[in-house]
């Protein structure tokens, strides 16, 4: 056996896990191969989205399933034993493990993060591989783990026979809040993005924990019903019986999980307090979720809860933890045990990228005035001043910018997929129901097919929060657009929301998250790779925040009349000053965010007016008023997370030269690929979206001249172009009848769907082929598979023979 011949994967098979074998490691529960680390970012282009390649590890070594120890990255023999450290340890980072081995199968090279080892890299022979037990000492010492700990650090995972294991943030998430309770913390935060699956690592939490038997009563806490039904239901399930809803204002204590709402068990008066029911011992731990929004203030009635049961462990989930001199999650739970970001999930492919498509409307920026003694609709004098972005639709509606607003998210639906599930953020109740009913008028015809394509959803509509669940419902085509203010700002798993409309103004960073983080989740199985944000309100301006840690894709500013849809060519950077006139008032408090309301309510009391406190707000309709559309922009966002202006071109160029920096180096390494295809996905893998190539240059090209092309400046060639210069040669008559006709017919195959069609042996079985003889015949024409596919080449060969004299 030559090893210099063998591929990484026989080195792995050959060589590594017979070493690991032989040093005790157990194969079925210590070892896993090829394990995947990210998901691989989305890179969107165009209506077109794409996955770059994720991470994966060649092994990963644990002490127990989900408590990893070790990295060992394989390369062939033909390069050094330490030529996989560097990416070795790249991956020892997302796992936090302190031990790193590269190997080529000639030995190891280890590398040590603890610097319990004399050296921090050292070479062994394949039979000096560590035991586990060698590793696992060192890993405790590293760790400080002590005896007393050790029982519940290392508590198993719930398991369901799927072979479901956590992502790699979920088990960082899952394993250092059970060492911080086991090392005696009694506060523990938890900052994980909205979609990145905190009920599933509070399952695991709490299911570790309980099994340990550390905490024996738990308390689960949320402050809407669909929060709490949805984790009873879906993740929380295995608890089975063990397991209650805390319902009406008298409790069972025979139960050890109880989920509940705030609201469920407290209130302003003193019979309301059920929570008061169990003794202050009763609970050994409390979680609380989406806690940002009251747990932390100090005078809230949920925080008296946590007073209640201060004996109790506290662990807060919160995708956004809100610090004001009222509300401060670290100041109640110190600093997060660990924290995943919007912009750590999207980097690791794990949630979507978005685009952003900013309306600025003429009278939302230069404003609107009454003439003198002007009343409304309703007959009210209107208060003479100037009425801007942040007056319409809390003191003043204009039917026109209603109008207006649902013509453009209509249109931009029409143009990209009218059934693309839909949330248009309103100011209050009424501005959602005129919002559906300007929504339905523009959609006459989709209404007509069935009336439930625009739905208002909101806390005061028992009919449209029956809707809820459909809208969620990925297999439910209907509702497809819904207007809400308030419900479905947090706790909606819509996983195929491809557009959030936001015609509301959001004062802070925490509902701006919440809000951006209705389309975050990731479905492809139904298309949903990324989404975009349609904002008539200037709420996007949050991105250039510091406090935000998401940016978007694109964000694109048409101007007048031009389509909402971004186009490729012709992209336009942000302004300067001027990207920040009419912007937000910061001193103004979102009054949803302030609120603890667990439903949509109108917005009553002042905001500078002259109603006294809890007096419905004067809110003036005129009719009449013409409004129009100002301008929008478009900017992508660079792997450094900065905006940067660039097209399809611009990317493409900047991604294949990082890989070929020159024509000549590109044509080299196509010319010396045995298959062309490889180098095709592996230009995909690094985020190259050949369909949104094809659509711009044209799909008459194949991938080698889109490249030579669009990178390089070379003028393209078309695929049928290519194909009559190879049958203008006659090279073909070396061969057989048959034999010349099988080639031609992969020519036709060629010209038609491209190169990687005709590299494949089971294109014999398709037409035209199958016509021409089964496909062990047509290989015989050639005297056998390794001829055939000789053949195959060197047709490849004519075909960019043009490219290889360049």
């Known amino acids: 056996m030559d090893k210099k011949k063998l591929t990484e994967r026989d080195i792995c098979t050959k060589f590594i896990l017979p070493a690991l074998k032989k040093s005790g490691w157990d194969i079925h529960k210590q070892i896993r191969e090829e394990v995947s680390l990210t998901a691989g970012r989305i890179v969107v282009r165009g209506q077109m989205g794409a996955r770059t390649k994720g991470k994966r590890a060649d092994f990963v070594l644990y002490h127990k399933p989900n408590q990893p120890l070790a990295i060992i990255e394989a390369k062939k023999n033909t390069l050094p034993m330490a030529a996989g450290m560097q990416q070795g340890l790249s ?92 090392k005696g913390r009694d506060r523990a935060l938890l900052v994980m993005a909205t979609g990145t699956g905190k009920t599933y690592t509070a399952f695991q939490i709490i299911w570790r924990l309980w099994k340990a038997g550390i905490k024996k009563r738990i308390l689960f806490l949320a402050d809407r019903n669909i929060l709490v039904d949805q984790t009873k239901t879906n993740d929380f399930k295995p608890f089975g019986s063990a397991m209650t809803k805390i319902t009406g204002k008298k409790v069972d204590t025979s ?36 806690c940002h929004r009251g747990s932390a203030a100090e005078d809230s009635a949920w925080r008296e809860i946590l007073d209640y049961f201060g004996g109790a462990s506290h662990v807060g989930l919160t995708a956004t933890p809100k610090e004001t001199e009222e509300v401060s999650n670290s100041t109640y739970f110190g600093d997060p045990v660990y924290t995943y970001s919007l912009k750590q999930g999207i980097d690791d492919g794990f949630l979507a990228p978005y ?45 026109e910018r209603t109008q207006l607003v649902a013509r453009i998210v209509s249109d931009h639906l029409k143009a990209t997929d009218p059934m693309a599930k839909t949330i248009v953020f309103c100011q209050d109740i009424d501005h959602a129901n005129r919002m559906r009913q300007a929504l339905v008028n523009e959609n006459p015809e989709q209404v007509a097919k069935n009336r439930k394509y625009v739905m208002k959803i909101t806390g005061d509509d028992a009919e449209g929060k029956a809707e809820l669940d459909n809208f969620i419902d990925p297999e439910s085509p209907y509702p497809v657009i819904a207007t809400t203010s308030e419900l479905m700002s947090t706790g909606v798993d819509a996983k195929t929301c491809k557009l959030v409309v936001l015609d509301q103004r ?39 925040d510091p406090d935000f840690d998401g940016e978007a894709e694109v964000i694109f500013k048409p101007n007048g009349g031009d389509s909402t849809v971004p186009p490729e060519d012709n992209s336009t950077g942000l302004g300067g000053d001027d990207e920040q006139s009419g912007g937000l008032d910061s001193s103004f408090e979102d009054e949803e965010d302030s609120s603890s309301s667990c439903n949509d309510e109108p917005y009553t009391g002042g905001d500078g007016g002259s109603e006294g406190v809890g007096e419905p707000r004067v809110k003036y309709v005129v009719k009449g008023i013409k409004v129009s559309v100002l301008a929008e922009r478009v900017q992508y966002i660079g792997p450094d997370g900065k905006l940067i202006t660039e097209s399809l071109k611009d990317y493409t160029v900047k991604t294949v030269k990082q890989e070929y920096a020159t024509l000549n180096d590109f044509i080299r390494k196509w010319n010396s690929a045995e298959q062309k295809q490889a180098v095709i996905e592996e230009l995909k893998d690094h985020g190259v979206i050949w369909e949104a190539l094809e659509q711009e240059v044209g799909n008459e090209y194949g991938a080698f001249d889109l490249i030579c092309h669009v990178v390089y400046g070379q003028p393209p060639l078309t695929r049928k172009e290519r194909a009559d210069n190879v049958r203008k040669r006659d090279v073909f008559t070396k061969y057989g009848e048959q034999a010349r006709k099988v080639l031609n017919a992969l020519l036709d195959k060629y010209a038609d769907k491209d190169i990687g069609t005709i590299e494949e042996v089971s294109v014999l079985k398709h037409a035209p082929f199958d016509q021409l003889g089964r496909p062990v015949e047509l290989i015989r024409e050639f005297g056998g598979k390794p001829k055939y596919q000789k053949a195959v080449q060197e047709l490849e060969q004519l075909l960019y023979g043009d490219a290889a004299n360049n």
């Open 91 to 182: 991956y020892s980072d997302i796992l936090e493990v302190p031990f790193v081995f590269s190997s080529n199968g000639d030995g190891f090279v280890f590398h040590d993060k603890t610097g319990l080892y004399q050296q921090t890299e050292q070479d062994l022979t394949l039979e000096e591989f560590p035991t586990h037990d060698e590793l696992w000492e060192k890993y405790q010492q590293w760790k400080g783990y002590k005896t007393e700990e050790l029982a519940v650090v290392t508590q198993d995972y719930f398991e369901d026979g799927s072979g479901k294991s956590p992502r790699y943030y979920q088990m960082h998430a899952i394993n250092k809040t059970v060492e911080a309770i086991a």
């Open 255 to 290: 139960y050890e999980i109880f989920l509940s709402l705030y609201q469920a068990i407290t209130g302003p008066e003193e019979h309301q307090k059920a929570y008061k029911q169990f003794s202050p011992d009763f609970f050994d731990l409390i979680v609380i979720d989406e």
């Open 355 to 399: 685009k952003v498509v900013r309306v600025d409307l003429d009278k939302d920026l230069q404003g609107w005035r009454p003439t003198k003694n002007q009343y409304d609709k309703n007959g009210e004098l209107i208060e003479d001043r100037i009425y801007n972005q942040q007056d319409f639709d809390r003191t003043l509606v204009i039917e």
């Open 506 to 544: 959001i004062q802070s960073m925490t509902k701006f998250k919440q809000v951006i983080g209705r389309g975050t989740r990731i479905d492809e199985e139904y298309g949903k790779l990324w989404f975009t944000i349609l904002d008539f309100k200037k709420a996007t301006d949050r991105f250039a």
